[in-house]
């Protein structure tokens, strides 16, 4: 990679060390140029007719999504961000009463919280998998809790928010093959740091969102729906004009493809920002992406791992470039505040973002850092020298 050309292309660069691209990646000069060309075309002749004016461009922007994830266009759709694809998802399956759903104990907060809402609303249970001793889904203990207890929907987030931790969502998924139930991985941390081939994973949804590794803009996401749901009439469960028409005063009919999933306002300028992002991404090669990540994060780790005070909290099998730690006798969120004072981008995390794998380690809080492929060798080593400055003062 020429990284000194990516940072050039990278205006944040200039004066911060951003290290939160699991919150909210730098987007790169053609991703803000994608958005704002759009911004200035609707301030001139209008929203509706900007959206005609650029419909080829927003149906390259489908297939630059597509080609990333390697589908096809009719089986991507377009949300405001992962969790609203997440959501739409669920909201398609026909759950009743005594339905399992069968997850993981590494988990986003929001797909917990939704799950435990259709438990309280429609007396779904709930059952979570257990952890590899080494960390990361049971795969064989996968496998036998979806012979006994028979799931409506199996769901894994393929890397949980609180820590590097990549889940084997293909295994798993050759498990949700073989018995037949449906499969939903959240994306939303891996989509743009490691690669994501949807048909390897055989999952039925995938969840995304541009702003992450993506370096898309905020406000956007995707999801994945596959041929095997599409063919079976799922849809979600409000429905608007974007997915359907309404053909007779007492029926609709649902599009043929993922844009069911689809609401009919959207900001076409964010869809085009993260097509562009999608192209970009596939230009540099995301195994590649992938390399420079984890070098980066492995540098974290060992550097920081050799810090008084400073305890690493992320396990696996596979790590990603989330690195996560506790820190002795100081609040991360503190920390993040004072980091960002010199320039610093991290962010703080606490127990209600991962209650099961925050009690599990024994923690309340942490900080993680997530470097990407822009971010230099000299940026990680400055940071830990920073953070090890400030934790040499007494809070």
Excluded at 131 to 138: I, K, T
Excluded at 238 to 254: L, S
Excluded at 309 to 315: A, C, I, N, P, Y
Excluded at 322 to 328: F, M, P
Aim: net charge negative; glycine share 8%; aromatic share 6%.
């Amino acid at each position: 990679m020429d990284i000194e050309r990516l940072r050039l292309e990278t205006p944040g660069c200039e004066h911060r060390i951003h290290l939160n691209n699991a919150g909210s990646a730098l987007m790169p000069e053609p991703v803000v140029r994608a958005i704002q060309d759009h911004i200035t075309l609707e301030s001139q002749i209008g929203g509706y007719e900007a959206a005609d004016a650029r419909r080829d461009a927003v149906e390259n922007a489908y297939k630059s999504v597509a080609e990333f994830i390697g589908v096809q266009s009719r089986n991507v759709a377009f949300t405001e961000n992962a969790t609203a694809s997440y959501v739409q998802a669920l909201s398609c399956i026909p759950f009743e009463r005594h339905d399992v759903i069968l997850t993981t104990r590494n988990d986003y907060a929001s797909n917990q919280i939704q799950f435990l809402s259709l438990e309280k609303r429609l007396g779904v249970r709930i059952h979570r998998v257990p952890d590899l001793e080494e960390g990361g889904v049971d795969v064989q203990a996968m496998a036998e809790m979806i012979r006994r207890h028979r799931p409506k929907l199996v769901c894994v987030s393929h890397v949980p928010t609180n820590s590097g931790l990549v889940q084997d969502v293909a295994a798993v998924g050759v498990v949700c093959r073989n018995e037949g139930v449906l499969y939903l991985v959240d994306g939303c941390q891996s989509i743009g740091q490691i690669p994501v081939d949807v048909n390897g994973i055989g999952c039925d949804f995938l969840s995304a969102t541009a702003r992450k590794f993506l370096r898309g803009p905020r406000g956007a996401g995707f999801l994945f729906v596959s041929d095997r749901v599409l063919e079976r009439g799922f849809e979600p469960l409000f429905i608007d004009m974007r997915g359907a028409d309404w053909v007779a005063e007492n029926q609709y009919r649902a599009a043929p493809d993922a844009r069911r999933f689809e609401n009919w306002e959207f900001a076409w300028a964010l869809v085009l920002g993260m097509g562009e992002a999608a192209r970009y991404a596939v230009a540099l090669g995301i195994e590649q992406i992938e390399a420079r990540v984890r070098t980066l994060a492995e540098r974290l780790r060992e550097r920081l791992g050799g810090t008084d005070g400073v305890l690493l909290l992320d396990r696996g099998k596979k790590l990603c470039g989330l690195v996560s730690i506790a820190i002795d006798d100081r609040h991360p969120a503190e920390l993040a505040a004072a980091l960002r004072g010199r320039g610093i981008n991290t962010n703080a995390q606490i127990r209600i973002h991962a209650v099961i794998d925050y009690d599990d380690k024994g923690i309340t809080e942490s900080l993680r850092l997530s470097p990407h492929y822009y971010n230099t060798v000299e940026e990680v080593d400055q940071a830990v020298n920073t953070i090890r400055e400030l934790l040499s003062v007494p809070p």
